[in-house]
């Protein structure tokens, strides 16, 4: 609904949300798929202001805390707090 409606910002939102339902399900490919998906929508050419710019923040935690997830569980210790490093500590994201 959000693509439809033209809503970018709830777009990167939804699959960012949807990359964190993957983890859940052990779904992997639906993981990095959605991941790819909010990072593309995250990333605009211009810099982003307001509601769309906090959307794309919290979107980039989200997929950087499901992604650290993911690592953890497959027992990556290398790569693991490099994903967590890009949440909360680097971005202003909601808690």
């Not at 995250?42 to 307001?50: D, E, I, L, M, R």
């Not at 959307?55 to 935690?61: D, K, L, R």
Request: net charge neutral; hydrophobic share 55%; glycine share 6%.
């Amino acid at each position: 609904m959000a693509q439809a409606a033209g809503l970018a910002p709830l777009k990167t939102l939804c699959d960012a949300w949807l990359a964190q339902m993957a983890l859940v399900d052990r779904d992997i490919e639906c993981l990095v798929a959605h991941a790819h998906a909010a990072a593309v929508l995250a990333a605009p050419a211009a810099p982003a202001a307001g509601v769309a710019s906090a959307a794309s923040n919290a979107a980039a935690c989200r997929v950087a805390s499901a992604l650290g997830m993911a690592w953890d569980l497959a027992g990556d210790e290398v790569a693991t707090p490099a994903w967590y490093a890009r949440g909360p500590s680097r971005r202003q994201c909601p808690r």
